[in-house]
């Protein structure tokens, strides 16, 4: 068993006026094996909080150049908007490894066990809840677009939660000296999410399954072939296949990798209805298409490494000046 924590704490003043931000990142995790080495479980909390002043940028683009004014004092759009972001994720992993235990001799007076996993069952639960915040208790200047609800003060928000469950099945590749075992694996997700903004709830879920196939990581000549497709739920149809590949010569001082990756996803629920005080769409926008590839060849005793990379993306959703979602 063992336990630990991290916490980190920063911020910026910035340059020019109300450019100060702070953060705080908290990370506490645990993980308990068995006596057998059979059943294992891992746990994790982290919360992340990001605070920002907002400015609206500089009110004329020369001041920028002015070498006269000193930063801190030219004049900015919003004198009293903020903003903030906040992210907490629970997650809890437990397995089950099935296997051969053999009895092992220590020395000429003593024994013991040791245990070899073959087949993985596993099941893990996570809670992710994030908010996003933006305030400004003087909307009424001009600098905004139109202003929809309430013209004293601006108080927009979107929350999400979502709560995730897989349960799967993989093989163990745990011996370096079984080069040729194949491996694969299988697992179910369900998705349960509710997307808040404006005081309007909408719940929403998926299902996904995923699996992966290919031959032992210890293999000079190493391939996996991995996916995921969404079977229901809001990104019904989406998916992800890769294709991975990895030599390595007999010494391990090189290594060439080659990686495909094709999928098709949704975009984000905020791409597709909003609502706030400044802005507002509804869009019904198609799912983005996105291909990858790159080579790469790796010295481990000079640690460089060379390579090309390759990236396809479409129906890529970008906003505009004024908040208008394009593709």
């Known amino acids: 068993m063992n336990v630990g924590i991290v916490y980190q704490r920063g911020g910026t003043e910035g340059f020019y006026t109300r450019q100060q931000g702070d953060y705080v990142n908290f990370k506490a995790f645990t993980s308990i094996d068995s006596k057998n080495e059979r059943y294992h479980l891992n746990a994790q909390g982290i919360w992340n ?136 694996g299988i697992a179910g997700m369900h998705e349960y999410i509710i997307y808040n903004r404006y005081r309007k709830d909408t719940i929403t879920y998926n299902a996904i399954v995923k699996g992966f196939f290919g031959n032992s990581a210890y293999a000079n000549f190493h391939w996996n072939i991995s996916g995921d497709y969404a079977v229901e739920g809001i990104n019904a149809k989406d998916y992800r296949w890769e294709l991975k590949l990895k030599y390595t010569n007999k010494k391990k001082t090189q290594y060439l990798d080659y990686l495909l990756s094709v999928q098709q996803r949704a975009p984000s629920m905020i791409h597709y209805f909003y609502e706030g005080n400044h802005y507002r769409w509804k869009n019904n926008f198609e799912k983005q298409h996105n291909a990858t590839t790159f080579l790469q060849y790796t010295f481990v005793k000079h640690n460089a490494r060379i390579g090309l990379r390759g990236d396809v993306i479409g129906q890529y959703v970008y906003y505009d000046e004024i908040g208008r979602a394009h593709v």
């Open 49 to 184: 909080e990001l605070n920002k002043n907002q400015s609206g940028g500089i009110i004329a683009d020369s001041l920028f150049e002015d070498s006269v004014i000193r930063k801190d004092n030219i004049p900015v759009n919003l004198a009293l908007a903020s903003s903030s972001e906040n992210q907490q994720v629970y997650r809890l992993n437990q397995s089950f490894d099935f296997g051969k235990t053999e009895e092992i001799h220590v020395n000429d007076s003593t024994t013991g066990t040791d245990f070899t996993g073959k087949l993985r069952i596993y099941h893990t639960s996570s809670y992710d809840k994030g908010a996003v915040y933006f305030w400004d208790s003087s909307p009424d200047t001009g600098y905004y677009q139109a202003i929809y609800h309430d013209s004293l003060l601006t108080d927009n928000h979107v929350h999400r939660r979502k709560f995730t469950n897989t349960l799967g099945f993989v093989t163990l590749d745990l011996d370096p000296g079984n080069r040729n075992k194949l491996n694969a």
